[in-house]
Structure formats: C-alpha cells, structure tokens
C-alpha cells in the first residue's frame, strides 16, 4: 500500500464530512417514512470521524513534528471527540423521545 501523502487534509476532509453529518442526521428522519435515513446519516457521522480520528492519531507520526502539527492534531482530535459526544447525545436524546 502507497503511504498517504497528506494525511492531514484527508482527515480534515473527513472531519468536515462527519460534522455536517452530525449537525443534519437529524433532519433525515424525516426524508421517508421510516428512520432509515437517520440511521444512514448516524452510521456515516461516526465513520468519518472515527476515520479522522485513525488518521490524526496513528497513520501521522513522522519523527519531527513541529509545534503547529502537534497543535493542529490535538485540536483536530478534540473537535472529532465533541462530533462524536455530539452525534451520541443526539441519538440518545432521540431515543428517549425529548
């Protein structure tokens, strides 16, 4: 397998792409009858962002990291763990009928 050449745009791509998925699952429900679409929007939040996650964490570790890359993967994994605690409290939230 190539290495991956800019694993930090990647994971920002996906990032982005698993909190617009996030902030809008919810409104899926509403696309059909049944809450196929919710769960659909649900399953690709967290994939995304757990797919960031793997990227910031494990697949970018050169030996010299300067203080903007560290600071940059450190706020890159906090935003993917406020995506993922939020996609979470709205499931639980839905599920319990609030």
């Known amino acids: 397998m190539e290495k991956l050449k800019h694993p930090n745009l990647v994971a ?3 990032m982005f792409i698993g909190a617009s998925f996030s902030s809008e699952f919810q409104q899926m429900a509403y696309w059909s009858l049944g809450i196929f679409w919710y769960w659909v929007g649900a399953g690709i939040a967290y ?3 757990f797919a ?5 964490v494990f697949l970018n570790k050169s030996k010299k990291e300067g203080n903007l890359v560290l600071s940059t993967k450190l706020i890159g994994i906090i935003i993917c763990t406020l995506i993922l605690l939020w996609t979470t409290f ?3 939230a ?5």
Request: no cysteine.
């Open 12 to 14: 920002f791509i996906l």
């Open 47 to 49: 994939i995304a962002t």
């Open 52 to 56: 960031a996650l793997i990227l910031m």
């Open 90 to 92: 709205v499931i639980i």
């Open 94 to 98: 839905g599920q319990s009928g609030m």
